[in-house]
């Protein structure tokens, strides 16, 4: 008998395992892929280590802007995704050990949940039995492509694929120009391939500071990205994508297409239904305290369809074994910061203009170039960035921070900070920050109010 059986082991799964066997609860995880789920695997770090090195090879190419002249460089994309794979075993080692120390039953087998009888959970894995006293939902989420005519009978890429390739393409179109859209399309432009970005909605990045997205849409178009907005990809024939944009029929050639439409929750093929949880547009409903309608059953991460970030997943993942353990904690989403790792990065946490108005909240808005701190100016040239505030008009609490300019992931978790605690801006004047630094510049934007 276990006191907690977990389905998943990304980042929702195996920081709730981690988190439940330092408490000293019993844990089994069941996994049947290497730990860390889509984000170690397949997704966050394996890109990240991707456009690092893509970033380098951009300073490489045009060092004589910082008095550092190279000639012949290259990108031996062969290379690059051999380190990739290192770095991702690497890690998923490291989390394989860390379940190991924490005492964490790890079965890599796919688990079928068989019933929930008087307050006992029975999973089946390798025909074996489990009983646990509650269960954790943490089966992540899979890419939801779109029902394109002619997609299907296409060699279309996901986010899963275009980490396969030996090849750097020389043209590709990418559907979708949401985060993941983007920072392929910003690691194959600098190296090399002619991209073309489509998205539905009237600017890249729905959902986020509509500045930002604007002003990282341009400085992409200036390197060579071509984007079509408000446009609809009606048809694909082999190489051939059709769009329909603002009333025009237009026909796009490209020897890659990747798919990045975004992602759904997984909810089936595991026997959810044999728990009677709700599910909601898709995603598992729970509450404050990561529980769903059935007391001893909680889910974390994309399972849950609202916040699909791996931080909040693994956040979720603590909240969860806290009030399994019986500790006081809540989710709270207010201060969850988004991050696009391009070359310039964007980082925002806490409400948008936008978001403000639609919710009829009365704010002041303060921005200024993220060249106001002396460190940005060092290393950043021939780009201004932008650093935005929004407060509180009555209380001047800081709502929401956006910022565009290396290293912005960086710097976002102190805004992120400051919402949680709900500083005001006049609080936020007498913190001291470190000069020089990049991370001034919420200084410098504070005391503009």
């Known amino acids: 008998m276990y006191d907690i059986g977990i389905i998943g082991g990304g980042p929702a799964g195996y920081v709730a395992a981690e988190r439940a066997g330092q408490q000293g609860l019993s844990v089994v995880l069941f996994e049947p892929k290497p730990l860390g789920g889509v984000c170690l695997n397949e997704g966050c770090i394996p890109t990240k280590t991707l456009l690092f090195s893509a970033k380098l090879f951009d300073y490489a190419t045009h060092g004589e802007k910082y008095g550092i002249k ?37 079965v890599k087998y796919n688990a079928t949940i068989l019933e929930n ?3 006992i959970i029975t999973l089946q894995a390798d025909n074996k039995t489990y009983e646990c006293r509650n269960m954790l939902i943490c089966t992540g989420s899979e890419t939801a492509v779109p029902p394109i005519k002619g997609l299907a009978d296409t060699s279309y890429l996901t986010s899963r694929e275009v980490l396969t390739m030996t090849q750097v393409p020389a043209s590709m179109v990418i559907i979708g120009g949401g985060v993941i859209g983007l920072e392929f399309a910003n690691l194959f432009s600098l190296l090399g391939t002619k991209v073309t970005v489509i998205e539905m909605m009237h600017e890249i990045l729905p959902g986020m500071d509509a500045e930002i997205s604007q002003l990282l849409r341009k400085e992409f178009s200036k390197k060579g990205i071509d984007f079509y907005l408000k446009a609809q990809v009606t048809e694909v024939k082999e190489k051939n994508i059709f769009v329909e944009t603002e009333g025009k029929q237009l ?37 404050e305290h990561c529980r769903t309608n059935v007391p001893n059953v909680y889910a974390a991460g994309d399972v849950t369809g609202f916040s699909m970030l791996a ?10 074994v806290n009030h399994i353990a019986g500790k006081p904690d809540r989710m709270r989403y207010k201060a969850i910061p988004g991050v696009v ?28 170039p993220m060249t106001y701190a002396g460190r940005f100016v060092a290393e950043n040239d021939l780009f201004q960035g932008l650093c935005k505030i929004i407060v509180g008009k009555k209380y001047r609490e800081i709502l929401g921070v956006h910022l565009i300019g290396n290293p912005a992931s960086e710097l976002i978790f102190g805004a992120a900070m400051a919402i949680e605690a709900q500083l005001t801006v006049n609080e936020l004047k007498e913190v001291v920050f470190p000069h020089p630094t990049v991370s001034e510049i919420m200084k410098e934007g504070a005391f503009l109010f």
């Open 251 to 287: 026909e796009i050639k490209a020897d890659k297409i990747l798919v990045s439409t975004g992602r759904k929750p997984v909810t089936t093929g595991f026997g959810l239904d044999k728990l009677g949880v709700e599910v909601v547009k898709g995603g598992v409903k729970i509450d």
């Open 341 to 368: 790792y391009t070359n310039p990065e964007v980082a925002v946490v806490g409400l948008t203009e936008e978001e403000a108005a639609g919710k009829g909240i009365e704010i002041e808005v303060q921005k200024l």
């Open 311 to 320: 931080h909040t997943a693994s956040r979720e993942g603590e909240v969860a």
């Open 70 to 106: 190279t000639s012949g460089s290259t990108a031996d994309f062969e290379v690059m995704m051999l380190r990739k794979d290192k770095i991702v075993r690497k890690l998923v080692t490291a989390v394989e050990h860390k379940m190991k120390h924490h005492k964490v039953e790890v």
């Open 117 to 119: 009888n008087k307050g």
